[in-house]
């Protein structure tokens, strides 16, 4: 499986920002697909998942009123929208899936088989 991100940029303290993530490959159905960001000097963080055959979502605390996972119209492609945004929120987002959805425990980085390139987001003050 193969994962493709896209959206990433400069935003403003305040705004919204929309990041992307296409699956493509061998055996992409029913696929569970999530976000994980890292900011520099920072730990991975798990911002949120979906699984994709369902539309269940599981969000970090930090991030859940503010930011919403959803599906695409094309089977495995999830968007992730972005609102009410930080400079704390700034970080290189990684679009990853697994063909297991796993809920509250989606957070450990480790249970995810497939990670894509990364896109950036950036938040000015």
């Known amino acids: 499986v193969q994962l493709q991100a896209s959206g990433g940029g400069l935003v403003q303290a305040g705004g919204s920002l929309r990041v992307s993530c296409v699956a493509s490959?061998?055996?992409?159905?029913?696929?569970?697909m999530g976000w994980f960001r890292q900011a520099p000097g920072k730990e991975r963080e798990f911002v949120g998942a979906?699984?994709?055959?369902?539309?269940?979502?599981y969000y970090s605390d930090s991030v859940k009123r503010r930011f919403t996972i959803s599906r695409g119209n094309a089977k495995n492609t999830v968007s992730l929208q972005l609102n009410s945004l930080e400079p704390e929120d700034t970080a290189v987002y990684y679009c990853?899936?697994?063909?297991?959805?796993?809920?509250?425990?989606?957070?450990?980085?480790?249970?995810?088989?497939?990670w894509g390139q990364g896109t950036q987001v950036t938040v000015s003050s």
């Open positions: 979906i699984n994709w055959s369902t539309g269940s979502t």
């Open positions: 490959g061998r055996s992409t159905s029913s696929l569970a």
């Open positions: 990853v899936a697994d063909r297991t959805y796993y809920g509250s425990t989606s957070y450990l980085a480790s249970l995810w088989d497939f």
